[in-house]
């Protein structure tokens, strides 16, 4: 489990490079009238090229709400989010796919279509290319997942549950996006498989130079690959930082989170390292007004 923890390898970035995703003023707002409820208010982040983010949070906190958004599939009741450069709501367009890639938890992988026309699917999609073409860009990706060939023709009711995870992933790597966006990663697997997508997920962001974005209840995953957290309660990002910084920001959930038993397992391996220097406190944001918007 200790190798889990390995620092996750810096990529160079321009101290003036603009962020690959900018998220300012964000709120999200459920519901209508006297039912309506605020789940973001005032919320705001920045990830930088490079960096593998990952966002934690208590239940309702809207960490995949968050993920939505980058996306472009849902849009904020106020505020704006910007990914790389361009407002995430241009994201359903055409092209999207060649700028975000997005692993859903459970793989979401097309039943009725085999392994092949899974990953496929976005690059045929835009029938520009032909069809050997797309096979092999196809095939490259499932190799670069680990993935035979043997493996292009069957189909997701046949595959074990780490298979469908680097299906999932080299669908979301197909049209080479800058931006990889990962809900719950290793979420299902065992301690095994989990520490094998880890490692495959650390090699593919050094070697594609990826920026990602991942939301995770899994603590040695976070360990394994975070550079940063950004931590969701409050209605906002109350603190970002190193994980093992941030594991001593003092709040209720942090200190829950990462304070019990299975974040003291999952901390032990840094517990020799020199004791780093106290976090950053966050901007201090003020308070909104009363008023819903």
Not at 22 to 38: C, H, N, P, Q, Y
Request: charged share 20%; net charge neutral.
């Amino acid at each position: 489990m200790g190798e889990r923890i390995a620092k996750p390898e810096h990529i160079a970035v321009a101290p003036d490079a603009p962020p690959v995703v900018d998220v300012r003023g964000l709120w999200s707002i459920f519901g209508k009238g006297t039912e309506a409820f605020t789940v973001h208010q005032d919320l705001n982040f920045t990830v930088q090229r490079g960096e593998m983010l990952s966002l934690v949070g208590g239940s309702g906190t809207g960490k995949t709400v968050l993920l939505r958004q980058i996306l472009g599939l849902a849009r904020p009741a106020r505020g704006t989010v910007t990914v790389l450069g361009r407002p995430a709501s241009e994201m359903g367009r055409e092209g999207a796919a060649s700028r975000v890639g997005m692993l859903f938890q459970h793989g979401a992988l097309f039943s009725a279509f085999n392994v092949l026309d899974n990953v496929a699917f976005a690059l045929r999609e835009q029938g520009t290319l032909p069809h050997d073409l797309v096979r092999d860009a196809a095939l490259v990706k499932l190799q670069m997942v680990g993935l035979k060939p043997e493996h292009a023709t069957r189909m997701p009711a046949d595959l074990s549950g780490g298979m469908v995870k680097r299906v999932a992933l080299a669908r979301a790597l197909i049209m080479d996006p800058p931006l990889l966006l990962l809900d719950e990663p290793t979420a299902g697997l065992d301690p095994s498989s989990a520490d094998e997508f880890c490692e495959l997920l650390r090699e593919l962001r050094a070697a594609l130079g990826l920026t990602v974005v991942m939301v995770t209840h899994d603590l040695d995953t976070l360990f394994a690959l975070s550079t940063r957290v950004a931590v969701l309660a409050d209605k906002k990002v109350i603190v970002t930082g190193p994980p093992h910084e941030v594991a001593h920001f003092k709040h209720p959930f942090i200190e829950h989170f990462f304070m019990g038993e299975r974040g003291q397992r999952a901390m032990a391996p840094v517990k020799t390292a020199p004791a780093p220097a106290p976090p950053a406190v966050p901007e201090a944001v003020p308070p909104p007004d009363k008023e819903q918007p």
